[in-house]
Nanobody, 124 residues
């Protein structure tokens, strides 16, 4: 089993910045792809970014491209998400997820492993 734990998040005013982190333990692998999803109130879950732990450029959704940056945290087999120029529409629960393949992150069923989520609230 793989255990993912998110930290960070919180509340910030529009235009501000926040960072969320994700650490992985258990049966982790450098072949995993890590991702961040967002679940906003009344909306479907949205894939924000994905990055393979081994190598390669990250994927970003159009909604966050240019504002969010994902970093690998090799020591924790995890990732950090730096969020800048936050908007009220960025409000939601942010989930860290891990996929055994890059493709699983983009599968409608989602990747195999999920964290508990952390709340991000952006006030106007």
């Amino acid at each position: 089993q793989v255990h993912l734990v998110e930290s960070g998040g919180g509340e910030v005013q529009a235009g501000g910045s926040l960072r969320v982190s994700c650490s992985a333990s258990g049966r982790t692998s450098r072949t995993f792809t890590m991702a961040w999803f967002r679940q906003a109130p009344g909306k479907e879950r949205e894939l924000l970014t994905a990055v393979a732990l081994s190598a390669g450029s990250p994927y970003y959704a159009d909604s966050v491209s240019g504002r969010f940056t994902v970093f690998r945290d090799n020591a924790k087999n995890g990732v950090r998400l730096q969020m800048n120029s936050l908007k009220p529409e960025d409000t939601g629960v942010y989930y860290c997820a891990a996929g055994e393949t890059y493709g699983s992150v983009f599968d409608p069923r989602g990747p195999e492993y999920w964290g508990q989520g952390t709340q991000v609230t952006v006030s106007s």
